[in-house]
Antibody, heavy 117, light 109 residues
Framework: EVQLVESGGGLIQPGGSLRLSCAAS????????MSWVRQAPGKGLEWVSV???????YYADSVKGRFTISRDNSKNTLYLQMNSLRAEDTAVYYC???????????WGQGTLVTVSS | QSVLTQPPSVSAAPGQKVTISCSGS????????VSWYQQLPGTAPKLLIY???KRPSGIPDRFSGSKSGTSATLGITGLQTGDEADYYC??????????FGGGTQLTVL
């Protein structure tokens, strides 16, 4: 059974850093495209970043230069390192397997990041 | 401002049919598959439709998808109160990013 479990969210002050983790089971992270998608309170879905199976990474303009997506193959885990956090980064962060033909079939339960002083 | 445009809300009575539109451009919908997601309050999105019109295992055939040019449509027939949720369309964009619609809140009256 495929499972994605995020962790690492919390309350952080503006300018701070946080690392999110997404532990995967039932499949191999390194063999798949893996993404982070976020959702600000009361707002819609916003794509954040993707890492391809080959290792290439891409970011939304809103986080480029501040966020870094990575994976640990030995732990079958996806990460999102978030630096220079801003109030507008406040959101539930979901990890998702994909895109596959542009779709995300498997999603984690999400972890809430709140950036506030 | 989302890249894909959806109506903020739609409503219909139980048992009726509703459609939700999703408008994009040639850089996204026009040249890529469209997917649709259902998000119940407090939960993660759930894939309803992929590759424009395919349903994952377990999704009832009351849900359907179509695409024409730079627009896509989600159809739901035989509406149930349990269908009340937010619905999002999504696709890939030539800018090497995923894009989503702003979401449509479905109310079953």
């Amino acid at each position: 059974e495929v499972q994605l479990v995020e962790s690492g969210g919390g309350l952080i002050q503006p300018g701070g850093s946080l690392r999110l983790s997404c532990a995967a089971s039932g499949f191999t992270v390194s063999s798949n495209y893996m993404s982070w998608v976020r959702q600000a309170p009361g707002k819609g879905l916003e794509w954040v970043s993707v890492i391809y199976s080959g290792g290439s990474t891409y970011y939304a303009d809103s986080v480029k230069g501040r966020f870094t997506i990575s994976r640990d193959n030995s732990k079958n885990t996806l990460y999102l390192q978030m630096n220079s956090l801003r109030a507008e980064d406040t959101a539930v962060y979901y990890c998702a397997r994909g895109p596959n033909s542009g779709s995300y079939y498997y999603w984690g339960q999400g972890t809430l990041v709140t950036v506030s002083s | 401002q989302s890249v894909l445009t959806q109506p903020p809300s739609v409503s219909a009575a139980p048992g009726q049919k509703v459609t939700i539109s999703c408008s994009g451009s040639s850089s996204n919908i026009g040249n890529n598959y469209v997917s649709w997601y259902q998000q119940l309050p407090g939960t993660a999105p759930k894939l309803l439709i992929y590759d424009n019109n395919k349903r994952p295992s377990g999704i009832p055939d009351r849900f359907s998808g179509s695409k024409s040019g730079t627009s896509a449509t989600l159809g739901i027939t035989g509406l149930q109160t349990g269908d009340e949720a937010d619905y999002y369309c999504g696709t890939w964009d030539s800018s090497l990013s995923a894009v989503f619609g702003g979401g449509t809140q479905l109310t079953v009256l």
